[in-house]
């Protein structure tokens, strides 16, 4: 797989409504959703399927669960190298673990879902500051 297969798989979920666990393009999805389903059709292997989570899991847990996930599927990297393609995980603060992501769709911007909103390419803009990590999909050609 390619970085622009990848960018195009997580384009072709724009206008995704937002859906608290859902992953299904066109109908609904969460950021991790979003994620789930791009890693799916790029790779062509489904990834685990969360159990159901609240919308303060990680607040609950005080564990870095969505981190964990992404290290069994994907290839922690520096967040300072992520290109488009990667994934990159954020914190709403930085005492809190990560329950956020998005894809790197080119320098500065990325694909995302978030609740009241449909799936979204956006700048970074503030997100930049909360980047906790970053992973590369492991069969990704350079």
């Given at each position: 797989m390619s970085r622009d297969e990848i960018v195009a798989a997580a384009r072709g979920w724009l206008g995704t409504p937002y859906r608290h666990q859902a992953a299904l393009k066109g109908v609904g999805c969460d950021?991790?959703?979003?994620?789930?389903?791009?890693?799916?059709?790029?790779?062509?292997?489904?990834?685990?399927?969360?159990?159901?989570?609240?919308?303060?899991?990680?607040?609950?847990?005080?564990?870095?669960?969505?981190?964990?996930?992404?290290?069994?599927?994907?290839?922690?990297?520096?967040?300072?190298?992520?290109?488009?393609?990667?994934i990159l995980l954020f914190r709403w603060r930085r005492d809190l673990p990560a329950k956020h992501a998005g894809i790197v769709s080119r320098p500065g911007w990325m694909i995302h879902a978030h609740d009241g909103a449909c799936v979204a390419e956006a700048p970074l803009g503030i997100w930049a500051r909360r980047i906790a990590y970053a992973f590369r999909f492991p069969d990704l050609e350079e």
């Open positions: 950021c991790l959703g979003l994620v789930r389903g791009v890693y799916a059709e790029v790779t062509g292997r489904a990834p685990e399927t969360p159990p159901p989570y609240t919308p303060d899991w990680a607040e609950a847990r005080r564990a870095e669960t969505l981190a964990e996930a992404a290290r069994r599927y994907l290839t922690e990297i520096e967040p300072a190298t992520a290109e488009a393609g990667d």
